[in-house]
């Protein structure tokens, strides 16, 4: 049998040290780059970060699926109708701002051709409207389908007042409520107090 020299003996020795603290070292480095608890962290990525969300609006009159729906932020009043649909054949889409962007919470009405024909049938004031415009009797006039006209004939409009409802109407798609007449510019709190029981949604 060989037998190992003094200095071969060494060498081995040495050798063996060396890879002991190698080893050493590469456990105590592997510990340290872990947690406490010796797990790795999951890093959560919320993959829906960079969207746009959505906004959630009603769609309701002559459209063949009424109902609420989510609509893409930044979309129109025309997707949240096709959403719905589409028009029915009794629709009149001129009374509808088919451009205005979707807002959450909005409501979007299509009327229906006859009412809006019988709105505008006549340029004498009818016994409906002047009903409404002194208050006395007869049904509140309905804010979503009422013609420029028929506000100009409520104490206190105005031409003016009545234009700018309209507006407001058509880039709104709608209102929700007759409070919602205080977002117009032109009708403070007095002015909504004596319209608010002669009108309707």
């Given at each position: 049998?060989?037998?190992?020299?003094?200095?071969?003996?060494?060498?081995?020795?040495?050798?063996?040290?060396?890879?002991?603290?190698?080893?050493?070292?590469?456990?105590?480095?592997?510990?340290?780059?872990?947690?406490?608890?010796?797990?790795?962290?999951?890093?959560?990525?919320?993959?829906?970060?960079?969207?746009?969300?959505?906004?959630?609006?009603?769609?309701?009159?002559?459209?063949?699926?009424p109902g609420v729906y989510r609509v893409p932020a930044g979309q129109?009043?025309?997707?949240?109708?096709?959403?719905?649909?589409?028009?029915?054949?009794?629709?009149?889409?001129?009374?509808?701002?088919?451009?205005?962007?979707?807002?959450?919470?909005?409501?979007?009405?299509?009327?229906?051709?006859?009412?809006?024909?019988?709105?505008?049938?006549?340029?004498?004031?009818?016994?409906?409207?002047?009903?409404?415009?002194?208050?006395?009797?007869?049904?509140?006039?309905?804010?979503?389908?009422?013609?420029?006209?028929?506000?100009?004939?409520?104490?206190?409009?105005?031409?003016?007042?009545?234009?700018?409802?309209?507006?407001?109407?058509?880039?709104?798609?709608?209102?929700?409520s007759v409070s919602e007449l205080d977002q117009v510019?032109?009708?403070?709190?007095?002015?909504?107090?004596?319209?608010?029981?002669?009108?309707?949604?």
């Open positions: 049998m060989h037998r190992l020299t003094r200095s071969q003996l060494a060498v081995y020795v040495a050798a063996a040290l060396a890879i002991a603290l190698l080893g050493a070292r590469y456990l105590r480095d592997t510990r340290a780059s872990q947690p406490p608890g010796g797990r790795p962290v999951a890093v959560r990525v919320d993959a829906g970060a960079g969207s746009q969300g959505f906004a959630v609006v009603q769609v309701a009159g002559e459209v063949r699926r129109r009043v025309n997707d949240a109708v096709r959403m719905a649909g589409g028009a029915t054949a009794r629709a009149e889409l001129a009374g509808v701002n088919l451009a205005a962007k979707v807002e959450d919470g909005r409501q979007v009405i299509v009327p229906a051709q006859a009412a809006v024909a019988g709105a505008v049938a006549s340029d004498a004031p009818s016994a409906a409207s002047a009903a409404a415009s002194s208050g006395a009797g007869g049904a509140p006039l309905n804010l979503n389908t009422a013609t420029e006209q028929q506000l100009d004939e409520l104490d206190g409009v105005g031409p003016a007042t009545a234009r700018t409802i309209i507006a407001y109407r058509r880039q709104h798609g709608g209102f929700r510019p032109g009708i403070g709190p007095k002015r909504l107090a004596a319209l608010k029981d002669l009108l309707s949604v």
